[in-house]
């Protein structure tokens, strides 16, 4: 499948997305160098929840590129690949004001023009599937197709079963080029020879490639509780509040929004996140978000009281412009190719993404029409530097 | 304050400011002799401090009380409670200016600069502005791990130690006590002493084998008169102390333990029903935030949570920290010769460590090492030798659970060679706290 076993790509970013583009280049036979400024997963992809999830997309080409990429889980957690660690489970959106039902409402109704299957759920229902749900709850749909991975989970094992080079605390400061065609990456004193550079570097990619005015920084803070049950998700299923909705509809534009989801982990842990602070690149969390979003959470599922919280913590999303990620070729630096921009969609698109990268960097055709991703789009405006 | 008084500073701004923040409280964590010392110094130079003890009462890991209603079976050297005895009455003195807050678990500083805390007793975290603040939060046993350390029945020392003085009662039962450090015969003389001497002493260090390092303990005085006092104890008991010996597993049977002991080249077996286990302290650090030297609210620690050095050492480091804050605020601190005596401290301590310094023997690979997430030596050794923290917290799952990697951080800093990376920024909560008290919190402005 390789164009030339002596092919040698330089991956900078060992998030979801940089492990799966290495990957899949390595089992093509590419060389891969995979390098990351600290470790694999240090950035977003070990700071996130990971709803591999259709429901919460915005309209258009996101949902129907996220029906691909949980398509892909699924076919990688049938092959073998990523066995075990992608668990199908429903989300259920809910709503608890009246102009809540009507945002859910809508969104079902576009869910299910993309193909999704959406279920009504009446209260006692949905009681009998999360008991103990808020009194306020007075609307919510079911996607029962939707899944959860957890991306350090998941980029771990994407390297543990490729031959990939993996260099951890080596933070790439520049793209060495020649001749417009890139030749390699510098690390510190080091020039690291490359015939193809993959910048998957996540906010990172903003110095590396000066995406100041393309791609901004919004951190989301988030909590882990202790156990609710033993070995098992304490309810049956992801709560996404009609908040978080809001956010991924570009309803709110408030820069310190918070988009509830209450997530049950298979550890019988909650995930529960999450704020939206655009420009904010900072991984502390303060407790008066943190506060923000527990009391939130207790109104749509007041047993959390119950639960002691273990953690905090912060990671942060790497946004464009026109919230559509950014993969495809540089439009100026030849031998460049860029994967980054997934926001909050990272996790569940990741996987599909950097294997469509990988096959754009061997000249291939990505199964899926990735045009409106093409970084490209941006250079008609002003110079992608 | 009067009126007259609000008036008059309220005039301009500046002095508002300057009023707030002289009114504003020093920080104290911890109510052990370190952080007691370093509030009532803090209060006896006219500043207010804020004292905060996770525990119902003050006296930190040697002062421990008894529960209400059990018997005092055991008080310690007599120096020990003069000093304490000293330090409470001091208290008294200026209690007026200590706030004290018992039952209340400090949590850490937030992403804002908070300083959070969980008051238990109203279920609420609350968070407090202060000018300086002292961490004085002891010490963390460390114990090296071997198969089948984490069964009911194996308990640390101090531990045991702890339970022993709230309650008054020994365990029942015959009990082995192994590891290496004093705190194996001080543990092991109090439970002779409570009534259920146990059947052996194993100090895995040859002390018989450091002239140097004896001689050097020989001209500690209070500490040696203290070891030699358990020591004592132990004899008048007839409990059995072995010296390069140490534990290699434990397994279940029937009522009890079967304990696998190595001394030397000859292993056997002892039935017993408790083994307590212990080998060493260590600064209890883990997400103790340290903001840079210059920072705007300083943090300093003190007493055990800095350094090892011991009750007598505790006492005088917490004034060491209380005189630095003074001097960072501008008050005349008095330049007491406490340097001479931590540095006398930390010789014995340096002495000790060498007279009783052996290497344990390597866990294998089914040993548990994280109790909190059930992960064995066996994951640990699976990370890359250059792992990041996050890969050993996440892929590891080392120092995810409940404890937050207080108590096997030390234990994988030991077997890795090296302190673990630590989470940056620090993480907060550092213990667990109620998501009702939390959703609860309420910001500094309706505290303050
Ligand atoms: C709070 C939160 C919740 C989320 N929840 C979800 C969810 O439920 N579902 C979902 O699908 N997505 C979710 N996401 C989004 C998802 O986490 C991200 O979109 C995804 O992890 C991005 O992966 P990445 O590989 O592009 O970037 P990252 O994971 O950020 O990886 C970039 C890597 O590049 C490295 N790097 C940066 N600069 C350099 C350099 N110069 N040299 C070398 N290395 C460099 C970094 O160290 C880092 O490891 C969430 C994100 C957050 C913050
Ligand atoms: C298990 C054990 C047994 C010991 N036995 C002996 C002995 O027998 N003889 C002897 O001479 N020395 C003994 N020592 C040593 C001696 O106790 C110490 O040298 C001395 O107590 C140190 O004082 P300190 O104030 O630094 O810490 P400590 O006395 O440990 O006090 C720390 C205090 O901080 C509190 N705290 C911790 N974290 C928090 C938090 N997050 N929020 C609020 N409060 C918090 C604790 O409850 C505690 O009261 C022992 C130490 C330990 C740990």
């Known amino acids: 499948m390789a164009r030339s076993p002596s092919l040698h790509v330089a991956v900078i970013g060992a998030g979801i997305v940089g492990a799966a583009a290495a990957h899949f280049l390595a089992a093509a036979g590419a060389r891969v160098t995979l390098l990351d400024a600290s470790g694999p997963a240090a950035g977003a992809t070990g700071a996130s929840d990971g709803a591999v999830s259709v429901a919460s997309k915005k309209p258009g080409p996101m949902m129907d590129l996220a029906r691909h990429a949980r398509a892909f889980y699924g076919s990688c957690e049938a092959d073998g690949l990523l066995r075990g660690l992608f668990h199908r489970r429903s989300t259920f959106l809910v709503a608890r004001t009246r102009l809540e039902a009507e945002l859910v409402a809508e969104h079902g109704a576009d869910l299910a023009a993309a193909g999704e299957r959406v279920l009504d759920v009446d209260r006692p229902t949905l009681l009998n599937r999360i008991p103990g749900l808020g009194d306020g709850v007075c609307f919510a749909l079911e996607i029962p197709d939707d899944g959860h991975a957890l991306g350090y989970e998941i980029t771990q094992r994407l390297l543990q079963r490729s031959a990939v080079t993996v260099r951890r605390n080596a933070p790439v400061s520049e793209i060495v080029m020649r001749a417009g065609q890139a030749v390699g990456v510098t690390i510190r004193d080091e020039l690291l020879p490359a015939d193809a550079v993959l910048v998957a570097a996540g906010i990172g990619s903003v110095g590396l490639l000066g995406l100041g005015d393309i791609l901004i920084p919004r951190k989301g803070q988030m909590v882990v509780t202790d156990r ?6 304490a309810i049956d299923g992801h709560l996404m509040a009609a908040s978080y909705l809001a956010a991924k509809r570009g309803i709110v534009r408030d820069n310190a929004h918070i988009g509830l989801v209450i997530d049950p982990l298979v550890t019988g842990q909650f995930l529960i996140g999450g704020s939206r602070e655009d420009h904010r690149a900072d991984q502390a969390t303060d407790a008066a978000t943190i506060s923000a979003i527990l009391r939130d959470a207790l109104d749509l599922y007041p047993p959390l009281r119950q639960r002691r919280v273990l953690r905090t913590f912060a990671g942060v999303r790497t946004a464009s412009r026109d919230g559509l990620p950014i993969v495809g070729p540089h439009p100026h630096l030849g031998g460049v190719t860029i994967a980054t921009g997934f926001e909050g969609d990272g996790i569940c698109l990741g996987p599909f993404m950097g294997a469509s990268a990988a096959r754009m960097i061997l000249g291939e055709a990505p199964g899926v029409d990735l045009s409106m991703l093409a970084p490209q789009r941006f250079s008609r405006a002003e110079a992608l530097a | 304050m009067t009126d007259l008084a609000k008036t008059d500073l309220a005039k301009t701004d500046l002095a508002k400011t300057d009023l707030a923040m002289t009114e504003l409280p020093v920080l104290v964590v911890g109510g052990g002799p370190a952080g007691v010392a370093a509030a009532v110094a803090l209060a006896e130079a006219g500043l207010r401090v ?21 018997p005092q079976i055991w008080r310690g050297p007599a120096r020990h409670r003069r000093n304490w005895a000293e330090l409470a009455s001091r208290l008294e003195h200026v209690a007026e200016r200590i706030e004290l807050r018992t039952s209340t678990v400090f949590l850490g500083i937030d992403g804002a600069g908070r300083f959070l805390f969980d008051d238990r007793m109203a279920g609420r975290v609350f968070a407090r502005p202060v000018r300086a603040a002292i961490v004085a939060v002891g010490a963390v046993e460390k114990i090296a791990p071997f198969e089948g350390w984490e069964l009911p029945g194996v308990m640390s020392a101090g531990g045991a130690q702890v339970l022993l003085k709230e309650t008054g009662r020994p365990p029942e039962g015959p009990i082995v006590v192994a590891g290496s450090g004093p705190l194996l015969l001080a543990v092991a003389a109090q439970l002779a002493r409570a009534g259920n001497p146990p059947l052996a002493v194993l100090e895995r260090g040859r002390p018989w084998h450091k002239p140097k390092a004896l001689a050097r303990l020989m001209t500690a005085g209070a500490p040696l008169a203290e070891a030699a006092s358990y020591a004592a104890v132990l004899a008048l008991k007839r409990v059995p102390c072995h010296v390069g010996s140490e534990v290699l597993g434990v397994s279940e049977t029937g009522q009890g333990l079967t304990i696998r002991v190595r001394a030397g080249s000859a292993e056997s077996l002892l039935q017993a029903r408790h083994l307590l286990i212990h080998d060493g302290l260590e600064p209890n650090r883990a997400g103790i935030p340290l903001p840079a030297p210059g920072a705007e609210v300083p943090v300093l620690l003190a007493g055990d949570g800095r350094e090892i050095l ?14 630095a804050v003074l001097s960072r605020l501008g008050h005349a601190a008095s330049a007491a010769p406490l340097e001479a005596a931590l540095s006398k401290a930390r010789n014995f301590q340096l002495a000790l460590a060498e007279a009783l310094r052996s290497k344990a023997t390597p866990p294998t690979p089914q040993t548990m090492l994280c109790r909190c997430e059930g992960r064995r030596y066996a994951d640990f050794a699976a990370l890359p030798a250059d792992a990041s923290a996050r890969e050993i917290r996440l892929m590891g799952r080392f120092g995810l659970g409940a404890c937050q990697g207080r108590f096997c951080g030390p234990m994988l800093a030991e077997l890795r060679g090296e302190a673990l990376p630590t989470a940056n920024p620090p993480r907060w909560p550092l213990r667990p706290v109620s998501v009702a008290a939390l959703a609860n919190f309420s910001t500094d402005e309706t505290e303050s």
């Open chain 2, 310 to 323: 011991g009750a007598d050492a505790a006492i005088l480091d917490g004034q060491r920290a209380a005189s």
């Open chain 1, 228 to 233: 609710a049950a033993a070995g098992r998700p």
């Open chain 2, 50 to 70: 804020l004292l905060i003890e996770q525990r119902d009462r003050l006296g930190g890991a040697i002062h421990r009380q008894p529960a209400v209603g059990a």
